[in-house]
């Protein structure tokens, strides 16, 4: 659903499929234990002897008093609710390229035998942060757009820009102008104090009906992996969150921002009481960096992978928590705090390290220059560093190239990785390689090759350098390995001149 709510869609197929293979297993574990299970039940170990005993008492049961019958969210919402607008907007469909562009079949058909551009129409909600017209929303509900249209809760319109936006973070920033008339601003509250169960409030413009507001509970925090963002840290709530509510306001219970609704999970588009928003936190960043153009995480040099069971267990864990250390950059702020590979980082500024994501997000709440405190575990101990963030460098210089060698990367945009420039790319890469950042339509690889890709050898010979792939590719390579979204591939032109792809 193009610039509405993202919605991530699990298909009643697989979930089905899921449902009937747990039956199936759970029916041949019950046999097994039916077959094998009763020498296991004798001894002084017994299931039985093991089972809490019933709690019989009564639950006091009170009629609700005069003043409980009476309360309302109302307050709430009297106060937040005309800092949340609706967000419209408008986008001319380009075409591509056909006969109707060349002027040889205009003039045989005639100038008013042309399609008309067609306009599409989106929604979604928006935060007013700036009384003098700053609106924050998703970037998703704006990108693109032709013409945006901002309408209050009191029903005064206004035409709005984009003045800020970040991708990786899926924000945008908009600006209105009031004429000089001031908006009322929303309350922002910290959003790492947010807790399990705590209470929320959800306003938005669900399918484009007005402005809604629902009610529910924090069902998780720091939920990862949710492919929203490159800095994956998320609030989930089961207020009902539906398409047209992105951009707009999760609140506390005390009417104060926690959070922007971006996302749900959802089998046909509707809420299923799933719900992710960024958290406030980060939508201060955003903001703060709104005025240098640029948002700037901080940077460690370190490298690594969610901690599993199997490895917990190796390295002397109990349980699994916390990124194992595979790669630390020399001379990198970790580095000189003495992480080397092999630590698993446990803790930094209190806060859990769950995987790459959350630690992502953790340095990009803070600023460069501060010093984070880390706990991390080696060699069957816990120890603890001071670890100063730093500005990612850009080294080497990412040299953007396009290649236009007779060879498999006729066609291909590719440039350097470097701390930098991965991050500002922010979609997970490594920091070091070589990444495809374009490639032209006409261009042989197009039909295998994606921006983000990482090129590992052109022709067999390894690739490190923008300098290593166009050497190769002036040699005629007519073969490439890459990875992908986490896949290898070979690809390259076969004895009968057509292209071929191995993994």
């Known amino acids: 659903m193009k610039m509405q709510d993202r919605t991530i869609t699990l298909t009643g197929t697989i979930m089905d499929r899921l449902k009937i293979i747990g039956g199936i297993t759970l029916a041949a574990i019950g046999a097994a234990t039916l077959v094998f299970g009763t020498s296991h039940l004798t001894g002084n170990t017994s299931v039985s002897a093991q089972i809490p005993p019933v709690d019989t008492s009564q639950p006091q049961r009170v009629v609700p008093a005069a003043g409980q019958i009476t309360l309302s969210y109302a307050p709430i919402v009297k106060t937040a609710a005309p800092a949340v607008v609706n967000v419209y907007t408008a986008t001319v469909e380009r075409r591509q390229g056909g006969l109707m562009d060349d ?276 060699e069957g101990s816990e120890r603890r560093v001071s670890v100063t963030l730093a500005p990612p460098p850009e080294n080497p210089p990412r040299s953007i190239t396009p290649i236009a060698a007779n060879s498999i990367l006729n066609g291909v945009t590719i440039a350097n990785l470097s701390p930098a420039y991965a991050q500002e790319l922010g979609i997970g890469l490594p920091e070091q390689g070589v990444v495809v950042v374009a490639i032209d339509g006409r261009a042989p690889a197009v039909r295998f090759l994606r921006p983000g890709a990482l090129i590992e050898s052109v022709g067999g010979q390894p690739v490190k350098t923008v300098a290593d792939a166009v050497g190769l590719a002036k040699k005629g390579a007519l073969v490439m390995r890459f990875s992908q979204n986490g896949q290898r591939a070979e690809c390259g032109v076969n004895a009968q001149g057509g292209l071929g792809c191995r993994s």
């Open 103 to 378: 002027p040889f079949f205009r003039q045989f058909f005639g100038q008013g035998s042309t399609q008309q551009p067609r306009v599409q129409q989106s929604l979604g909600s928006g935060v007013v942060v700036g009384a003098d017209g700053l609106i924050i929303t998703n970037n998703h509900v704006v990108a693109g757009a032709d013409q945006i249209l901002v309408a209050l809760a009191d029903r005064r319109e206004f035409k709005a820009k984009v003045v800020f936006a970040d991708p990786r973070l899926d924000l945008a920033l908009l600006k209105v102008d009031t004429g000089g008339a001031a908006l009322p601003v929303i309350r922002m509250a910290d959003s790492d104090r947010v807790e399990v169960g705590d209470i929320t409030v959800a306003i938005g413009n669900p399918f484009g009906v007005g402005q809604t507001v629902t009610t529910g509970i924090v069902s998780a925090v720091a939920r990862t992996g949710i492919g929203v963002s490159d800095w994956q840290f998320f609030i989930q709530t089961d207020a009902a969150i539906n398409p047209g509510n992105s951009g707009g306001a999760l609140l506390d219970s005390q009417g104060r921002l926690i959070g922007i609704n971006t996302a749900i999970f959802s089998r046909g588009g509707g809420s299923n009481g799933i719900g992710f928003a960024i958290p406030a936190k980060m939508v201060r960043v955003f903001l703060n960096a709104a005025d240098k153009g640029k948002l700037v995480s901080g940077w460690i040099g370190v490298e690594g992978e969610a901690l599993t069971a199997d490895t917990a267990k190796q390295l002397g864990l109990d349980r699994p928590g916390g990124l194992l250390v595979t790669g630390v950059v020399a001379g990198s702020p970790g580095a000189r705090a003495g992480i080397r590979a092999g630590d698993v980082l446990r803790l930094v500024d209190g806060k859990e390290v769950v995987d790459g994501g959350q630690l992502r997000y953790s340095l990009a709440t803070e600023g460069v220059g501060r010093a984070l405190d880390v706990v991390l575990f080696r």
